[in-house]
């Protein structure tokens, strides 16, 4: 009600309410008639449709009159207690707001303990603690898996977190970090820097080369001068920098596909991506347990970072992603 600039409003709906319920009573006093006494005739109602057929003029059943005067009644006690008139609070002062503050509040002191216990521990550890996953699992359904899928396979553009491919690093470190403060993977266009469609064309059948996907040799090795361009960012090679989230280009693994349109699209028009940052939305406790989560998904450390190789590497038949290149005869 807070909305309006004035009362008007909250009057206006206050007395149009009070008045429909209080009609809806005088409506159902003034209808309601003596019963017939028995013995005595049904009245017929007068009217006549199709004809001939005509009508009892009987009162209403007892039990559905006193339904309704107990319904008029108890809306009459909501509105008393409860918001509901215009702007009137009602006597017991209840807000969602504050039912779910206290809730909040309540779920905290219940659950913060346990949180806590599990802050402290290190995530290659709290990776195999089946408890810690199960809580991890629930957090990652509700918070993650709308981008990258209940089983974190992820989709076009959403990066599968079960591979070891990695564009952030799949370290403990690197993933508590990914999530807490978010990451945006930006490559610009570069059409133009390389010479246009022609250049395009060229640098994409080099890109293809990386991973043994059929292309033209010709073209590829005009591309390859090309790509000291894109050089700067995936590595003299190719392979990615994890600094910058700029992917490995010759692994069959791709975020947004292998085909020459993708990867056409992909140089001409550059890429935009982002990872929400969580640390302000689920708070650190949680940010740790999914990062033990997802360490543990199988994944686990890249080959890059390799010096942290303690994740329970879990054989899942699944864990190929949806976008994981098969090379075409
Ligand atoms: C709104 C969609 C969205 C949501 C929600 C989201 N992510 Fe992401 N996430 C992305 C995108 C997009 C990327 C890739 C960013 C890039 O390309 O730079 C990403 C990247 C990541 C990475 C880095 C992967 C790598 O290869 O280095 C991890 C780990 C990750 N997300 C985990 C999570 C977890 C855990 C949650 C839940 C708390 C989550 N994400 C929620 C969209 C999302
Ligand atoms: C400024 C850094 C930068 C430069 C320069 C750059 N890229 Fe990228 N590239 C990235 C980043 C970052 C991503 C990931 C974007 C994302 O997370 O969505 C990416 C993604 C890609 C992808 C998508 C890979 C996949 O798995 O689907 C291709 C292909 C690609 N780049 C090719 C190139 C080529 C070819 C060049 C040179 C013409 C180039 N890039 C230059 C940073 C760069």
């Known amino acids: 009600m807070s909305d309006f600039s004035s009362n008007f409003w909250s009057w206006f709906i206050a007395v149009v309410s009070i008045i429909s319920i209080v009609g809806c009573g005088v409506l159902l006093w003034t209808q309601t008639m003596k019963r017939p ?14 004809e001939d057929l005509v009508e009892f003029n009987n009162p ?12 008029i009644f108890f809306s009459l006690c909501y509105l008393a207690f409860y918001p509901g008139l215009g702007d009137f609070a009602g006597k017991f002062g209840w807000t969602s707001t504050v039912q779910y503050d206290e809730e909040v509040k309540k779920a905290d002191a219940e659950f913060g303990p346990m949180f806590a216990k599990y802050a402290q521990v290190d995530i290659p550890t709290l990776a195999k603690d089946a408890t810690a996953n199960e809580i991890g699992q629930r957090l990652f359904l509700n918070n993650c898996a709308q981008c990258h899928g209940s089983d974190a396979g992820g989709s076009k553009g959403f990066p599968n977190l079960r591979d070891a491919d990695w564009l952030y690093g799949g370290d403990p470190a690197s993933i508590e970090t990914t999530l807490t403060l978010g990451r945006n993977g930006v490559m610009p266009p570069l059409g133009d820097a390389i010479g246009g469609e022609a250049g395009i064309k060229e640098v ?24 000291t361009v894109c050089a700067a960012c995936h590595g003299p090679e190719g392979k990615g920098m994890q600094a910058l989230g700029s992917p490995n280009l010759t692994d069959k693994i791709w975020l947004y596909g292998s085909s020459e349109e993708t990867i ?54 699944s864990a190929a992603s949806a976008v994981t290149d098969v090379p075409k005869p």
């Open 60 to 71: 209403m059943p007892g039990w559905w009159m006193w339904l309704f005067y107990i319904t």
């Open 264 to 317: 056409s699209e992909t140089i001409r028009l550059g890429r935009n991506n982002k990872m929400p940052a969580q640390l302000e939305r689920l708070g650190e406790a949680k940010v740790h347990l999914l990062a033990a989560y997802v360490y543990g998904l199988g994944g686990g450390s890249s080959q890059i970072n390799s010096a942290v190789s303690v994740a329970p590497v879990v054989p899942v038949a």
């Open 204 to 227: 994409m059948n080099y890109v293809r080369s990386l991973s043994g996907l059929k292309h033209d040799a010709a073209l590829a090795a005009n591309g390859k001068l090309k790509f």
């Open 37 to 50: 006494s028995k013995g005595e005739q049904v009245k017929l109602h007068g009217n006549v449709w199709d």
